[in-house]
């Protein structure tokens, strides 16, 4: 079985996820990604986070092999950085039996039959949710952190556009779309690993 997960920043998807590969028994793919795809391509590890959450776009300064800072990526780079996504999540999908969140990876892993979900939420549930985790002495007002989630969103479906057939986000994409507003997450984990069981016996 093969799951992606798609979201919203501060929708509560990264938590889905992880709750969704604890229920099903399957291996959970997140942030090491982006240490797998640095190694691949042999960029920086912040410097990659960076082009793939600003659409492969980025002034980003950043170190190449590790060594000497340079300013301002080349073609040549971020194209090294794409083909180190496609070919470490290829090779984790190929694995099988895992759920893999962000890094277009429904998109990347499209014939190996994933079932793709799409996590989202209304702007209140997510200020909510990202003040409930926000470090102590945090700052920002509700419309700079709405600011923030509009333009990371914006990264992810300027990348995810770039790759797929269907805009990132639209319904087509998906086999299911989960609205986390007003939700506790942790009650809708077992419904939603059953539905994803008989999603993927489809396939």
């Known amino acids: 079985m093969l799951v992606t997960i798609s979201r919203q920043f501060a929708s509560g998807g990264r938590e889905i996820g992880k709750r969704l590969a604890d ?7 997140d942030k090491e990604i982006i240490a797998e795809i640095a190694n691949t391509a042999k960029l920086d590890e912040e410097y990659v986070s960076k082009v793939l959450e600003n659409g492969g776009y980025t002034n980003f300064a950043f170190s190449f092999a590790h060594s000497i800072p340079l300013v301002s990526p080349t073609p040549n780079t971020v194209t090294d950085v794409l083909v180190a996504q496609q070919k470490v999540i290829r090779a984790i999908a190929k694995k099988g039996d895992c759920v893999i969140v962000g890094r277009c990876a ?3 892993a499209h014939d190996f039959n994933p079932v793709k979900i799409f996590v989202y939420a209304d702007e209140q549930t997510k200020l909510e949710r990202c003040r409930a985790r926000a470090k102590a002495g945090e700052t920002l007002t509700d419309k700079q952190l709405l600011k923030s989630f ?3 969103d914006k990264g992810r479906a300027k990348l995810y556009d770039l790759l797929a057939a269907y805009p990132w986000g639209a319904r087509e994409g998906y086999d299911l779309m989960v609205n986390t507003s007003r939700t506790e997450i942790t009650k809708i984990i077992k419904p939603l690993s059953d539905l994803i069981t008989v999603l993927s016996a489809r396939k």
Do not use: A, R
């Open 106 to 108: 429904d998109v990347i």
């Open 150 to 152: 509009k333009e990371i």
């Open 23 to 29: 229920e099903l028994g399957l291996k959970y793919y």
